[in-house]
């Protein structure tokens, strides 16, 4: 995991999301880096037993994973997470407010399980995948990320970009890959209302994953959350229309 940072520039943390690491902000790192001009710090520390990361708790749950998150977290760091990521955020959020200054969503939810009155994944979905995990696990992240990019215009080129940054680091260990699975049965709506700190949130009209009707219900959570909805992108827009991604960005952070 990266190390933590002391200076008097604002840092801006990104989270990777489930089965992938770091490499996922490989081409929005270098945007930001050549826009910016060193007037933030980016922080893309890999999630527990991810990437780099090969220490994670055993088991694997929420708080021992938002306590070593945290840990290499500055204060009032703007927290931006994506998918599983986004879910760490909130629950950072609600436990360290102090960590968190501001919080964004990327095509992220409170609750991923589909719940009577919560669109979301089917149960049947998460089991299979579970299943999946045990017999290839290589196999089912590619899987994965071909449903992250689903019906996206520049879809087969948005899953090359993902497969060729992932495998710059090494594979996740698979007790790690289990236990984040199963972190994404949580329900942190309750968490997700109470939040104090600004919300913001960029999403995807044709995600699978998170589907779009969510952020009028996350709307109702966070009265005075910000949700931009990219028209043509799914479940990874910070890949497929990283210049709106950019921009929003930008604007986030200011």
Known sequence: M??????????LVLLHGWGVNQGVWHGVAQQLESQLDGKIQLLTPDLPGFGLCRNYPQ???LDAVVEMLAAH????????GWSLGGLLAIALAHRYPHKVKQL??????????????WPGMAEA???????????????T?????????????????????????????????????EGALQLLKLDLRQQFAALTQPVAGF????????????????QQLQPHGQFVVAAHASHAPFISHQDEFIQWLRLWLN
């Open 2 to 11: 990266a190390e933590k940072m002391t200076s008097d520039k604002p840092v």
């Open 73 to 80: 977290i500055p204060a009032q760091s703007y927290v931006c």
């Open 104 to 117: 964004g969503l990327i095509a992220a939810s409170p609750c991923f399980m589909a719940q009577q009155n």
């Open 59 to 61: 088991p694997y749950q």
């Open 141 to 177: 992240i590619e899987r994965f990320l071909a449903i992250q990019a689903m019906g996206s215009s520049s879809a087969r080129a948005d899953i090359k970009v993902l497969k060729q940054a992932i495998m710059a680091y090494p594979m996740a260990d698979i007790t790690a890959v």
């Open 203 to 218: 999403f995807g009209r044709l995600d699978s994953l998170v589907p779009v009707k969510v952020t009028d219900l996350l």
């Open 125 to 139: 979905i998460m089991q299979q995948f579970a299943r999946a995990l045990s017999e290839n696990l290589p196999l």
